[in-house]
């Protein structure tokens, strides 16, 4: 928005110094908050964390609907904008924007709760606050967006009004994901993200357990959740843990695996395919992942179902015995990311969404 000219402000919690690319005069930051959630976690004490939550949503919220400045559209991430968006268009007249990452929050509390079930966890559930204040702003705001036709459809299948639905997939920055020469010939399966029940990590692990693939290796990259230990024992030595790997490093990861798989239950739409399909890798990633919108099932990777070890099995088992195949997935995924044209594409697309939900409001002036 900002190369666009459209961007006044942009509230946050992150420290000011964690912000780039911006003037500092359009930055409003609440560092604070984040601070103590990000310490709590650090300390290991998740459960503090995740009770304080609600009403750390609920401190910025109030803090930036005090704070807001004229606009023509407030666009907020989903549960921090309840007092903000009503704020917004009582003060300003202001076109109201919903940013959900994730499927619709009812729908992704059902499949997390079946998903600790399946698994024999304990599931203490979204927080009743979040979720109340979610349902709120879908029912309030002008727009809702999501990234990907899943989470879409997860909105329609819980009743949101369609012609307030707005699709808008998500870019990847090319600069920083690219192709690196492959040092060695091993088959390297890869997972990036947080290693939880919600990414289906074990679903992975039976698959590689399931298939015959001599001297296969198994990285994952990514943050231990608790309670996980006791669902990776029966795969202890089949992976290797490269804990948390900066942003910045991921592409190396990339380069020397042979395919991504991305088991997930549920997801809005996971950036590390787009970042893995810049570097030149096939993609092997459940249908609750947004992947329908990023490739094209048997092209530049695969499409399967959410828990079936036996259908991750069956494609890599094709992947391995097909080099040539796998080159080519690979070629055509890297063709197809760079044809989306990374983050401008999204913010040109959303900064048109706005344009033609602001054309059919009166008094409009300009988007802001």
Not at 224 to 245: E, K, T, W
Not at 284 to 306: C, H, R, Y
Request: proline fraction near 5%; aromatic fraction near 8%; charged fraction near 25%.
């Amino acid at each position: 928005m900002e190369r666009l000219g459209h961007l006044r402000s942009l509230y946050t919690a992150y420290p000011l110094f964690k912000v780039d690319g911006l003037p500092r005069e359009k930055v409003r930051t609440l560092p604070w908050l984040m601070g103590a959630s990000y310490l709590l976690g650090r300390l290991g004490l998740t459960r503090t964390r995740d009770r304080i939550n609600a009403v750390t949503i609920e401190s910025f919220d109030r803090w930036m609907a005090s704070r807001l400045e004229p606009c023509d559209v407030f666009h907020c991430l989903s549960s921090f904008g309840a007092a903000s968006h009503r704020a917004a268009r009582e003060r300003y007249g202001a076109l109201t924007v919903c940013d959900r990452g994730s499927s619709h929050i009812l729908f992704q509390d059902d499949i997390l709760r079946n998903e600790y079930e399946r698994v024999g966890i304990p599931y203490s559930g979204i927080d009743p606050r979040t979720i109340e204040r979610e349902l709120a702003e879908y029912e309030f705001c002008d727009l809702v967006t999501v990234p990907s036709t899943f989470a879409m459809r997860s909105f329609i299948e819980k009743g949101v009004d369609r012609e307030k639905l707005r699709l808008n997939s998500y870019g990847v920055d090319l600069g920083m994901f690219h192709p690196m020469p492959k040092r060695d010939c091993t088959f390297r399966v890869l997972f990036v993200g947080a290693i939880s029940i919600r990414k289906g990590v074990p679903y992975l692990l039976e698959a590689v357990k399931q298939v015959a693939i001599p001297e296969i290796e198994v990285v994952l990259v990514g943050a231990l959740d608790p309670g996980m230990n006791s669902l990776l024992a029966p795969y202890i030595g089949a992976f290797r843990h490269a804990g948390v790997v900066a942003r910045s490093l991921l592409s190396e990861f990339y380069s020397q695996a042979s395919v991504l798989v991305l088991p997930s239950v549920e997801e809005g739409l996971a950036l590390v395919m787009a970042q893995a399909m810049a570097c030149g890798l096939p993609v092997i990633a459940t249908s609750n992942t947004g992947a329908e919108d990023l490739f094209t099932d048997g092209a530049q990777g695969f499409i399967v179902p959410i828990r079936s070890p036996t259908a991750i099995a069956e494609k890599l088992a094709y992947l391995y015995e097909n080099p040539d195949a796998r080159e080519m997935m690979g070629a055509a995924a890297l063709e197809r990311v760079r044809s989306i044209s990374g983050w401008d594409s999204y913010g040109a697309k959303m900064a048109a969404c706005y344009e033609e939900a602001l054309a059919h409001r009166p008094g409009r002036i300009s988007a802001a």
